[in-house]
Every structure is written in structure tokens, then in C-alpha cells.
């Protein structure tokens, strides 16, 4: 089994919200939102218009957002770790996706870590260790110490290649077998 950290590939467009102050509303993400959610209105700006459209569009590291085929090709693995959330860019209905599945299973002894002199919390994880029952049936997580990054599994690569989606790049974090 792989591990893959989530990037967005930055030779396709990226997209920002209209309105400011709706990064609020996406600061929520992590837990339930869809029972109040209301549609965030999103833009590609000027300077990335002349960039190809992708199945990712890219808004925030933590926050990927789906187009209708990337929904459907993901829909049945990820819709009980999280909620696919309506948002629309130019006009067109796109998917924000709340991941709510946080897995504490980085094994913290056996990781390389750099952490915070003041405060011992993680700064920065060099070398990622899992604990391999707690993220062998995972097929994207968070970790309590690394909120700001999405984990995927070999299976969501595989299933992103073979639908020839666009849009993210994978690295390669940890791999059991080696």
C-alpha cells in the first residue's frame, strides 16, 4: 500500500471566490457543513484564464474541488468521508469537497518531525511513518498533525488515472512495501 499526499497541478487553471469574505465560510471545513450550506460563486482569474481547465480547479491545498466527471468517478469511495458541496464557477456547478475523515494514524515515534521549540506541536513532517491498520482501508484522510493536507491511497491514484482526470499531482509519502 502508498500513500500519496494531495497537490494540485498549477499548469491548469485556479479559481478564487467573488466575495472575500467567503473564505470564511470555507474556513469551516473539517466538520458537517451541507444541512447550511449555500453555493459559493467562484472565479478563474484573469491571469490564469489563458491556463487549460482541468477535473481540479484549484482554490485552497485543503479544499479540492471536483468537476461533475470527477464527482461521478469519486462519488461512491468518498461520499461517506465527507460531502461533496455545491459551489459554481462561471456559471457551471463544480464541487468543493468537505473531507471530514481524520484519521489519527501517522505512528509519531518512528516519523522524522521538526516541532515548535515553544510548544512541541508538529511544525513540519519530514519523514511520514503510518500506523498500517489504522490507514490500510483509507482511501483519503486528514491526520490531526497535518490538518492543512489531504492523504490518498494508491486506489484514489489508480481510479484518477484511469479515468484520465486532470488537475493533481500525487507524491509519494510512504509505501509499505518498501
Keep these: 500500500m502508498k500513500i500519496y499526499v494531495l497537490d494540485q497541478d498549477y499548469s491548469y487553471q485556479s479559481i478564487a471566490p467573488i466575495k472575500e469574505q467567503l473564505f470564511d465560510q470555507l474556513e469551516q471545513l473539517g466538520k458537517s457543513l451541507i444541512k447550511n450550506w449555500e453555493s459559493i460563486e467562484l472565479k478563474v482569474p484573469e491571469s ?73 506541536r508538529i511544525m513540519r513532517i519530514v519523514k511520514h511513518e503510518f500506523v498500517p491498520e489504522k490507514v490500510k482501508e483509507q482511501i483519503m484522510f486528514k491526520i490531526p498533525q497535518d490538518p492543512g ?16 482526470l486532470v488537475g493533481l499531482k500525487f507524491r509519494e509519502i510512504w509505501n509499505k512495501n518498501a
Design 48 to 120: 490564469k484564464k489563458e491556463f487549460p481547465r482541468s477535473d481540479f480547479p484549484n482554490l485552497l491545498k485543503y479544499v479540492p474541488v471536483f468537476s461533475q466527471k470527477a464527482k461521478e468517478c469519486f462519488y461512491g469511495l468518498l461520499r461517506p468521508l465527507g460531502e461533496f458541496l455545491t459551489v459554481t464557477i462561471e456559471n457551471e456547478d463544480y464541487f468543493a469537497y468537505n473531507l471530514t475523515n481524520i484519521i489519527d494514524g501517522l505512528d509519531e515515534e518512528q516519523s522524522e518531525v521538526k516541532r515548535f521549540v515553544s510548544s512541541g
Design 149 to 164: 493536507s489531504i492523504y490518498v491511497s494508491d486506489l484514489f491514484v489508480e481510479k484518477y488515472n484511469q479515468h484520465e
